[in-house]
C-alpha cells in the first residue's frame, strides 16, 4: 500500500519514491510507488501533475486502493526516482478548495444552504447550493467567507478508524460510503467535513474569496468563485477593461458607468431620430419609384437595388412604393448580405406568397411572407445588380400576362 504522504503534509512538493509497478497503459504507462507526494483526483478536485525521475506525471488516479501514476516512459523497478509536483499548480487548487470549505460554511451558518455540487476546473470553480440564495445573501456569505480567511486559521486534517468514531462530530457534510481511516478536514473555528483531498495549512494562504456569478440550477443556485491569485487575476483584467473604458469616455473610473448609461441613452434617442427621419425621407423615395415604375399589362412594377438600408427600413420604404395596382421588389446590400422586400398594393390579384419563390430562386436566398408583404435574405450579394435586373424582365412579363 503506497504511502500517501500528501495526507499528513499538504505542503511537502517532493519525495524520493521506488517503484513498485510499471505497466504499460493508454498512451504511456502506469506506475505505483511506495511512497507519493502525487495527489490522485478526488474530493472534487483535480489530480497533481510533474516529474517522477525523468517521467512526466499528467494524471495521478486511485484505482483499488492502488494510486496509480500515468507517466509517459517506463521506470526500472526497484528504482528511487525523485517525485517531485507542479507547486503552483496544487497550490492554486488548495486555494480554491479551500474557499470552497469557507464558502459552503458559509451559506450554510448563515441561511442552511447546503452545498450539493462542487466543480473545480483549472480555471473556474463552482458550488451548487439547494436553495435560491438573493444578491444580498450571497454578498453577506462572501464576506463572512472572507473574514474566516483574515483570522488566518488553522486547517487540519485527522483520521478517524470508523463510523462510530465520527457520528458525534458536528459534520456540515459526511459523504456515504467511506471505507476507513475516515478522512475529517477541519477549519477551527469553523468548518468540518469529511475530505480527500489536501488543503491550505492556514486560511490566510487563501488570500480572498470572490463570487463572480451566480445562476439559478435546478431549483437552486450555482455560484462561480475565484480565490487567491485567480481573484487577483480577475480583478486585474476587469480593472484594465475598466481603465480603458474610463480613458475612452475622458473620464475617472468612477464616472465610467454614468457615461455609458448616457451614451446608451443618448444612441436610443439617435436612433429613432433616425428612424423618424428615414420614415419622412421614405415618403419622397417612394414618390419618385412610384414616378419611375414600370409599365406591366394593366399594373405597375418597381424594382430597385439599394446599399446598407436594414430590413425594416427597406419593408416600410417598399410598402410606401406599392400603391394601388403596383407591386415592389427592394433589395439592399447589407453586411455582404442581400435583403429583399416584395410588397403589394390595393387591388393586386395575386398574394406576394406565389411571386417569392422566383425572388428567392433567383436570389439564392431565404424567404416568405403572405398577403402584401413577403420578406427574405441571402447570405452572399454577389450579382444583386443583376439578379434585380432578371426579376424586373421576369415580373414585367409575369404581370403582363395576368388577366
Ligand atoms: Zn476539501
Redesign the pocket.
Known amino acids: 500500500m503506497t504511502k500517501r504522504l500528501y495526507d499528513l503534509d499538504s505542503h511537502m512538493t517532493e519525495t524520493e519514491s521506488v517503484v513498485v509497478s510499471c505497466v504499460p497503459a493508454g498512451d504511456g504507462f502506469d506506475a505505483v510507488f511506495d511512497q507519493t507526494v502525487f495527489f490522485p483526483e478526488g ?1 472534487g478536485q483535480p489530480s497533481d501533475t510533474g516529474t517522477l525521475g525523468e517521467a512526466h506525471v499528467s494524471h495521478v488516479r486511485e484505482e483499488g486502493g492502488e494510486i496509480l501514476h500515468r507517466i509517459d516512459r517506463a521506470l526500472p523497478l526497484g528504482a528511487r526516482v525523485a517525485g517531485r509536483i507542479d507547486w503552483a499548480r496544487r497550490f492554486d487548487l488548495m486555494q480554491q ?1 479551500t474557499g470552497e ?1 469557507l464558502l459552503s460554511f458559509s451559506f450554510y451558518e448563515l441561511f442552511s444552504a447546503s452545498n450539493v455540487g462542487f466543480h473545480l476546473a483549472l480555471d473556474y470553480a463552482t458550488i451548487d447550493f439547494d436553495k435560491p440564495l438573493s444578491h444580498e445573501q450571497i454578498i453577506e456569505a462572501e464576506h463572512l467567507a472572507n473574514r474566516f480567511v483574515w483570522r488566518n486559521l488553522p486547517v487540519s486534517a485527522s483520521f478517524y478508524e470508523s463510523e462510530d468514531a465520527v457520528k458525534d462530530l458536528p459534520l456540515r457534510k459526511h459523504s456515504e460510503g467511506l471505507h476507513p481511516p475516515i478522512r475529517i ?1 477541519s477549519i477551527e473555528d469553523a468548518d468540518m467535513c469529511t ?1 480527500c ?1 489536501p ?1 491550505c495549512r492556514k486560511t490566510g494562504e487563501i488570500g480572498s474569496i470572490f463570487v463572480a456569478d451566480t445562476s439559478a440550477y435546478k431549483g437552486g443556485t450555482r455560484v462561480t468563485f475565484f480565490c487567491g491569485e485567480r481573484a487577483l487575476r480577475l480583478h486585474r483584467a476587469q480593472h484594465d477593461d475598466l481603465d480603458a473604458i474610463a480613458r475612452r469616455f475622458s473620464c475617472p473610473r468612477d464616472g465610467a458607468l454614468a457615461a455609458v448609461r448616457k451614451l446608451s441613452d443618448d444612441y436610443g434617442a439617435l436612433k429613432k431620430s433616425e428612424r423618424d427621419l428615414a420614415r419622412t425621407l421614405n415618403g419622397y423615395m417612394a414618390a419618385e419609384l412610384l414616378a419611375q415604375a414600370a409599365p406591366a399589362g394593366k399594373y405597375r412594377l418597381v424594382v430597385r437595388l439599394y446599399a446598407g438600408f436594414d430590413a425594416a427600413r427597406l419593408k416600410d420604404l417598399a410598402q410606401a412604393a406599392s400603391e394601388e395596382k403596383t407591386l415592389a421588389l427592394l433589395m439592399s446590400e447589407t453586411d455582404g448580405r442581400l435583403l429583399y422586400v416584395l410588397s403589394s398594393g390595393g387591388g393586386f390579384p395575386l398574394d406576394v406568397s406565389e411571386l417569392m419563390p422566383a425572388v428567392n430562386a433567383a436570389a439564392n436566398g431565404k424567404g416568405g411572407g403572405r398577403g402584401t408583404l413577403a420578406q427574405g435574405t441571402a447570405p452572399s450579394a454577389v450579382g444583386a445588380a443583376e439578379t434585380a435586373e432578371q426579376l424586373k424582365g421576369y415580373f414585367v412579363k409575369r404581370l403582363s400576362d395576368l388577366k
Do not use: Q, W
Request: hydrophobic share 30%.
Open positions: 474530493g478548495h470549505h478536514v475530505c483531498a488543503h
